[in-house]
């Protein structure tokens, strides 16, 4: 009791080296904080609209749901706008899909900017977005964006080129680990890249070309680069090897 009623005493005529500090920083747009500001490009006073194919195409697959679920065709129903938007969800298009889904405008927002599908400011024709996580960044990933980017005029990922054809991303793990590194142009993957085949797809794209997707180093899908190495032998054929009854 007596040390502890001293050390009291002691904090208590012993003024704090230590001070609670406050400090704010200054507002900056971003993105990343989920927000949207209105802006010429981007507003609910812009209009938009499915196209007859596109609202047949939405009315399909509205029509899978029960009627009182059908708010859970927001996500088809917001790719289908994006890409009737020319790869972005504006204000306008989330404002749509909420009325024609009869939800509350906040919950098609939310939807919206939780998925990273879902790109809320305009982008490229062409949408590149390399893979840099783990798998990818063992086999040059680094390598491989420093190269996109170069390639692209020298621009800094999450930018545009000036042409309007290219917008680049660094993304996190696109589920092609086997065949990494690898980026995603699009809507296509193309994987076992290496700096020449990395320009070399670029350069397909710039001459508004489509180049084969899938790994460009010349194996099939994810076969081993080694070769076969099991099932190696003649499979076998209907009633081999089972009991006489099975035969």
């Known amino acids: 009791m007596l040390v502890t009623s001293l050390l009291r005493r002691s904090a208590a005529s012993t003024p704090s080296v230590f001070g609670r500090a406050f400090s704010n920083s200054c507002a900056r747009h971003s993105d990343a904080l989920f927000m949207h500001r209105d802006t010429e490009y981007n507003n609910p006073k812009i209009p938009f609209a499915f196209t007859g194919d596109n609202m047949k195409r939405a009315e399909e697959i509205i029509s899978r749901y029960p009627p009182q679920y059908k708010k859970a065709a927001v996500i088809p129903l917001l790719d289908i706008g994006q890409r009737q938007n020319k790869g972005w969800t504006s204000i306008s298009v989330m404002n749509y899909v909420a009325k024609l889904l009869e939800m509350a405008p906040m919950r098609v927002y939310e939807v919206a900017t939780f998925y990273t599908m879902f790109n809320r400011e305009p982008i ?17 990933s680094t390598e491989i964006l420093n190269t996109v980017c170069s390639q692209l005029g020298g621009i800094t990922p999450g930018a545009t080129t000036n042409d309007g054809k290219f917008t680049v991303i660094e993304v996190e793990c696109q589920g092609a680990c086997s065949n990494a590194p690898m980026m995603v142009v699009n809507d ?3 994987e076992d890249l290496t700096p020449a085949t990395t320009k070399k797809v670029l350069e397909a794209f710039a001459k508004g070309q489509k180049p084969k997707p899938g790994p460009q180093s010349g194996r099939k899908t994810s076969e081993n680069s080694a070769g076969l190495t099991s099932l190696t032998s003649k499979p076998y054929g209907p009633g081999e090897f089972c009991t006489p009854e099975f035969s």
Do not use: K
């Not at 949408?127 to 086999?139: A, D, Y």
């Open 124 to 140: 490229g024709e062409n949408f590149v977005q390399v893979c840099t996580t783990t798998p990818c960044m063992l086999r040059g």
């Open 188 to 190: 296509d993957f193309y």
